[in-house]
């Protein structure tokens, strides 16, 4: 169903939304400052605390993990989850004249999707090398941080999947297309904040398991760690308000899962 065409909308509703828009533009800069910031530190952190990044050692090879799990479950995911809100006001902000049809829309949020669970799955490989080939090798899969982590995964192909069944089948059942778009955008949501969970429980373990008993003396780089999990809660609480905010803006207009909901 294309959109409601903004020019035949009651002058009074635009007047009415203006300040809602207003008010996520501020809220999504200071997101992606923030999602900029988790990045940055992740790097920053691996690089001056943790030997920087490498292939010649199982330890450097590792430092590969959190950056790409942090630029792709995080940063590239949130926005891929905003970007149908931010594609229809952020032109306006800037006064630039440019509008997505649906199909662009999706195929933009569809492809930066692919984008994430290629970041993850090479993310995979690193933890995957450090666990097998380490002195003392480590179980897979025992921690709390790894069933998350499996669980955010597929709850996003869950999503993905939705969103690409809906939109490739043009005459799916209306209330399927509700259901799919309810369950896509819950999946996509809980993936979201499970990935930031996971995240903050990676490092809580990278710390421990780095520092030991040095880590209650606040070692060099503890406090960039305890930064750097802070940083990320805020992050994902902050796209967690901007996504409810976001299906709040669209009610009462009728929307499809592949015009980008989820």
């Avoid at 869950?158 to 999946?187: A, E, Q």
């Avoid at 429980?201 to 040095?214: P, V």
Wanted: charged share 15%; glycine share 6%; aromatic share 16%.
């Amino acid at each position: 169903m294309p959109e409601e065409d903004e020019s035949i909308r009651p002058q009074q509703e635009i007047v009415h939304e203006q300040p809602k828009i207003n008010k996520f533009a501020i809220l999504f800069t200071i997101m992606f400052i923030l999602g900029v910031a988790t990045t940055v530190l992740t790097f920053h952190w691996c690089y001056a605390y943790h030997k920087g990044f490498s292939l010649e050692s199982i330890h450097t090879e590792f430092n590969w993990h959190p950056l790409l799990s942090v630029i792709g479950f995080l940063f590239l995911y949130a926005n891929a989850l905003l970007f149908s809100q931010v594609s229809r006001y952020l032109p306006k902000w800037f006064g630039i004249k440019i509008s997505f049809s649906n199909e662009a829309l999706y195929w933009v949020i569809f492809i930066t999707k692919i984008i994430v669970f290629v970041f993850i799955v090479l993310s995979i490989i690193p933890a995957v090398d450090y666990f097998n080939f380490n002195k003392y090798p480590i179980p897979h899969m025992y921690s709390l941080h790894s069933w998350l982590g499996v669980l955010a995964l597929v709850l996003m192909i869950t999503d993905v999947l939705l969103g690409l069944i809906c939109f490739v089948w043009k005459r799916i059942p209306k209330h399927l297309n509700r259901i799919f778009s309810s369950v896509g955008f819950i999946s996509s949501v809980i993936a979201f904040m499970t990935s930031v969970c996971t995240s903050v429980l990676g490092w809580k373990e990278f710390a421990i398991f780095t520092y030991g008993r040095k880590y209650g003396d606040l070692a060099n780089g503890a406090i960039t760690i305890n930064l750097l999990g802070l940083v990320t809660m805020a992050f994902g609480l902050l796209v967690l308000h901007l996504l409810l905010r976001k299906k709040k803006m669209a009610k009462g207009r009728t929307h499809h899962y592949n015009q980008g909901e989820s």
